[in-house]
């Protein structure tokens, strides 16, 4: 484990174990499981996917009867429960009832994630046993052992915290994430928990989530699907005493600053998850401006962002700048193509390959040599107003085939 994952900590207020419990190969961690010290109030989003794992459908029940007393939050990988009928909600509640066991608290205040194959059942055994050892010394304690644990197909664990100050109290936002396939916005992330010490009331949370995954994870794709079971929690504990409050009431910490510092925690998360896409050899960030609106830069960009052609010829280093214009042009949005204006790389040293939607004499290996480079950097300008997005994606490589040709074999 690396060090800053080593040294990962969550929020105060929260602590974690980890443990394998055979649900993945070869002894792996397998089972994660995130404490609130004290009932915590929680916010939630999920998958847009109409085919839902069982744990998605469970925790949007209980978001919706108890958002401001939540406990806990046990995680399984190795086994997505999706697709798999009555007794995979019944398996999901048994997990929330055990944990909730193990605690001392009720079921209703135990959160439950899947993530893995889909269409099995869990091993209910192997599930007891993990959740038995996750509450015991044995169990591996740290956030960075359980934000190993929740990986699939992951490369890495993923984690990010920032620290913001209410006065002289350091107010902290830390989370964690796992995905790296079936990654595409609304949302798009497998699974994300982020705590912090705050106190802030539910409602408040919810707002200030959605505007946090509006512009992170959901301004992310590996391969345009749309995962069964994505969840993104974030969970207040409190611990530091300091009240979040609406913009126009009195400090200490008002919910401008709180969402802002959350917003950059997601996308630090939801970058790496691009960067880890399956097979992935470089992150990809795609900025259209000169949008009417946020509306239509983000569709043109979410086209560009999912288009195998795209992504093949950033994995070779070939400049095909027209089929970034291609994507542009099939997004749906009203773009005028002889406005298009495209370059490469960053300022000061963007190589532009396309102006008025025509061709220029542009260095072509120097333009090769800037899709080599890690991260990625492509701007379309549509020519159409002052709006502007960035969404992230990842290079296609062979090996990404490799591995969904066989994930289930």
Not at 68 to 93: D, F, M, S, Y
Not at 137 to 149: C, E, I, L, Q
């Amino acid at each position: 484990m690396d060090a800053i994952v080593e040294d990962f900590a969550l929020a105060e207020g929260f602590v974690a174990t980890a443990t394998a419990c055979g649900l993945k190969p070869a002894g792996a961690l397998d089972m994660a499981l995130i404490v609130a010290e004290e009932p915590c109030s929680a916010a939630g989003l999920f998958t847009t996917n109409r085919v839902r794992a069982a744990p998605v459908l469970y925790d949007q029940q209980v978001l919706a009867r108890n958002p401001a007393a939540v406990r806990a939050v046990v995680i399984n990988a190795g086994n997505a429960n999706a697709c798999t009928g009555p007794q995979g909600a019944a398996n999901c509640h048994a997990m929330a009832a055990m944990t909730a066991e193990r605690l001392g608290c009720r079921p209703d205040q135990v959160l439950v994630l899947s993530t893995g194959v889909i269409g099995r059942q869990l091993d209910m055994a192997k599930v007891a046993r993990g959740i038995g050892a996750l509450t015991t010394p044995g169990a591996a304690h740290g956030a960075g052992f359980a934000a190993r644990a929740i990986m699939t197909t992951d490369t890495r664990a993923k984690v990010a915290r920032r620290t913001i100050s209410a006065g002289d109290t350091p107010i902290s936002i830390a989370g964690m994430c796992k995905g790296a396939g079936m990654i595409h916005p609304n949302m798009a992330t497998m699974l994300a928990i982020v705590t912090t010490d705050a106190r802030v009331a539910p409602d408040l949370l919810d707002r200030a989530l959605r505007h946090a995954a509006d512009r992170s994870f959901n301004r992310i794709s590996v391969d345009g699907d749309t995962s069964t079971n994505d969840t993104l929690l974030l969970l207040a504990s409190g611990a530091s005493g300091i009240d979040v409050q609406p913009a126009a009431a009195a400090p200490p910490l008002d919910a401008a600053t709180f969402t802002a510092a959350l917003t950059d925690v997601c996308i630090d998360l939801a970058r790496q998850v691009a960067r880890d896409g399956e097979g992935a050899t470089r992150l990809v960030e795609i900025t259209v401006s000169g949008a009417r609106d946020d509306a239509q830069a983000h569709q043109v960009a979410n086209a560009i962002a999912r288009s195998p052609l795209v992504k093949t010829a950033i994995h070779g280093g070939d400049p095909n700048w027209g089929r970034v214009l291609c994507a542009a042009g099939y997004s749906g949005a009203e773009i005028d193509p002889d406005r298009l204006s495209l370059h490469f790389g960053v300022a000061g040293s963007a190589i532009q390959l396309v102006a008025g939607g025509l061709p220029l004499e542009a260095d072509l290996a120097a333009a090769s040599a800037l899709l080599r480079q890690d991260p990625v950097y492509i701007t379309l300008d549509l020519g159409l107003g002052t709006a502007q997005t960035t969404v992230w994606t990842c290079d296609f490589s062979k090996e990404y085939i490799e591995i969904n040709a066989h994930y289930t074999t």
